[in-house]
């Protein structure tokens, strides 16, 4: 059975385009995949995180993916800072990947901005610690959503150079899997740039949390173009907002882009923004009722998310201290 690795940050409330993008992509994979889904607060405080919103954040990341099918029973959930053997491997990372390598990443360029003097030394190191979250599994499918593309090659040119250089075949090649319409939903407020928890308008996403007038009225306020929807795909060419509010339609119900058109060609945004916000509000209700039941008990999520990190530790510690000895650091006992 293959092994499978995922991530999500806590950096903020799970948002449609990580639920589309990544997580509902992850459970379906625990029928046929032995599954392993972190909660990456180390990586969140590449950039500043309130330490008691961190916390919170964390929790309800854990409730928001439990409440969306990644059952703990079925696969391995937990925290990333509660399993040691990322932080070693990324180390060991930290040494084999170039500079230039590193240089090229776009999500450090995009997230470090004008200022990048004095962007955190995390931030641009990210991807090395990313690739140890992988490879201290032995993990070979990662989905992800587009966005993640670039660090996922990186991750597979570590493991090559570590290979390479120690003269082992210890880390697998990894195949990121990037599916279906939604691997990258655009922000509402510019469709050229994709939503994100981190964006600083709370009306360029809906978050997983979203109550049904919060939907309605981001989706009013979704960013649209005067002409009515075409009869295909060819006709959203030069039309991002109207390409992502298809796009989201398409996946929230599970039909293609071509058939969403089909049934509404000719219609204005009016009509079909009523439409998907029905859509939206249906199918994120029952995650969110289940989200807030199993935040009711906090306790009974952290105790969920330790029996994670054993699982986890469980699986990590050998293949990390084995690729502490083919570095050459004496053994631990
Ligand atoms: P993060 O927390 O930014 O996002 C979590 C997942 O959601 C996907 N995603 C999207 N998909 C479609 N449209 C969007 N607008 C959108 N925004 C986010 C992301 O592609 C991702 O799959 N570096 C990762 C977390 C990570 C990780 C890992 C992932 C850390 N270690 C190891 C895989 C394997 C990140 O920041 O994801």
């Known amino acids: 059975m293959q092994r499978v690795f995922s991530g999500i940050q806590p950096s903020g409330i799970p948002t449609l385009g990580n639920y589309l993008g990544a997580i509902r992509n992850w459970v379906p994979m625990m029928a046929d995949h ?12 590449t950039v500043w995180q309130d330490p008691k919103e961190l916390a919170r954040q964390t929790r309800e990341m854990a409730a928001a993916l439990i409440a969306c099918g990644v059952t703990p029973d079925k696969c391995t959930l937990f925290v990333q800072s509660h399993v040691p053997a990322h932080t070693r491997l990324a180390w060991i990372f930290n ?7 590193l240089n090229r990443m776009t999500q450090f360029k995009d997230k470090a901005g004008k200022d990048r003097e004095n962007a955190g030394a995390g931030l641009y190191v990210y991807p090395n610690l990313m690739a140890a979250d992988i490879h201290a599994y032995h993990a070979t499918r990662v989905p992800v ?26 880390f697998p090649n990894i195949e990121p899997m990037i599916q279906g319409v939604a691997a990258r939903v655009m922000s509402l407020r510019d469709g050229t740039r994709k939503m994100s928890k981190s964006d600083p308008s709370d009306q360029s996403r809906i978050n997983l949390t979203d109550d049904a007038d919060a939907i309605a009225l981001k989706i009013r306020r979704a960013k649209t173009d005067p002409e009515p929807l075409p009869g295909e795909a060819a006709g959203l060419e030069g039309r991002p907002e109207a390409r992502n509010l298809v796009g989201i339609l398409a996946a929230i119900t599970g039909v293609t882009p071509a058939e969403v058109l089909r049934q509404h060609e000719g219609q204005g945004f009016g009509s079909f923004k009523t439409v998907l916000t029905d859509a939206l509000v249906a199918h994120l209700g029952p995650i969110q009722a289940e989200m807030q039941r199993l935040l009711d008990d906090p306790a009974a999520v952290d105790a ?9 530790s469980a699986i990590a510690e050998p293949i990390v201290n084995r690729a502490e000895e083919l570095v050459g650091f004496l053994p631990r006992r």
Do not use: M, P, T
């Open 34 to 45: 032995e599954c392993i889904y972190c909660v990456v607060d180390q990586h969140a405080i």
């Open 95 to 101: 040494c084999v990947a170039r500079i230039g390598w």
């Open 145 to 170: 959503g587009e966005d993640q593309k670039q660090h996922l090659e990186l991750a597979n040119d570590i493991a090559q150079k570590f290979n390479h250089d120690y003269g082992v075949d210890f």
């Open 304 to 312: 969920e998310l330790r029996k994670g990190s054993d699982k986890a």
